[in-house]
């Protein structure tokens, strides 16, 4: 089955500073990769997608790129506020299959 | 439109014993997953099922079971719980289609003791 893996697990960037996490899929099939973000005591929330026909796509502060050969996919934040102080969660998933299989999260902290 | 209702919220059971949680998921979405969130370890998928049908399953012991009702509502039962069975238990719903968002409960926070 699938498996991803996520990097950092934890991550503390400056205020105004980039922040960038990434995640490794196994599954040459996979074709939908969404990044949630939870805060603390919230419920997780998509953030961005992206699906294997294109290999970036921007919103605003945040991006993501994703490299079908390496299957690797990455989450790019600028400029950083702290508001973006959460954990963020990668997944992976194929056309089809409505299992989401998750990274192990990122807890990024924004210092002011 | 209501966004996904889980409960209860908190729960307090004791070694041994069952417990049942549900899942109320936004109208109109016919898929529903569980997922298992304990600190470090992430997300793990649990089951999905659409229109009363499981689709998929996690690797989880056979303790854990769930179902779907014919308004897409659904249940997760684990039995003979165990101290490892405590968690946040989140539940998703997804409007039908390929590649869809899925939106999440609030979880139920299971405590075993």
């Known amino acids: 089955g699938e498996n991803v893996e996520q990097h950092p697990s934890t991550l503390s960037v400056q205020e105004g500073d980039s922040a960038v996490i990434k995640c490794t899929y196994s599954d040459s099939a996979s074709n939908y990769f969404p990044w949630y973000k939870q805060e603390l005591g919230k419920r997780p929330q998509l953030i961005i997608d992206?699906?294997?026909?294109?290999g970036e796509k921007k919103d605003q502060r945040i991006a993501v790129t994703l490299n079908k050969t390496a299957k690797h996919f990455s989450l790019h934040i600028t400029e950083t506020q702290p508001e973006d102080s959460a954990v963020y969660f990668c997944?992976?998933?194929?056309?089809?299959?409505?299992?989401?299989?998750f990274g192990t999260g990122t807890r990024l902290t924004i210092i002011p | 439109k209501a966004g996904v209702t889980q409960t209860p919220r908190y729960l307090i059971k004791t070694r041994g014993q069952q417990v049942t949680l549900s899942c109320s998921p936004i109208s109109g979405h016919r898929s529903v997953s569980w997922y298992q969130q304990t600190p470090g370890q992430g997300l793990q998928f649990l089951f999905e099922y659409f229109s009363e049908t499981q689709r998929n399953k996690g690797n989880f012991p056979g303790r854990f079971s769930g179902r779907q009702f014919s308004n897409s509502r659904s249940e997760m039962n684990v039995s003979t719980l165990e101290l490892g069975d405590s968690a946040l238990y989140l539940c998703?719903?997804?409007?039908?289609?390929?590649?869809?968002?899925?939106?999440f409960g609030q979880g139920t926070r299971l405590t075993v003791v």
């Open positions: 992206i699906r294997s026909n294109v």
């Open positions: 998703a719903s997804r409007p039908t289609g390929p590649n869809t968002e899925a939106f």
């Open positions: 997944a992976a998933t194929a056309f089809g299959n409505e299992k989401l299989t």
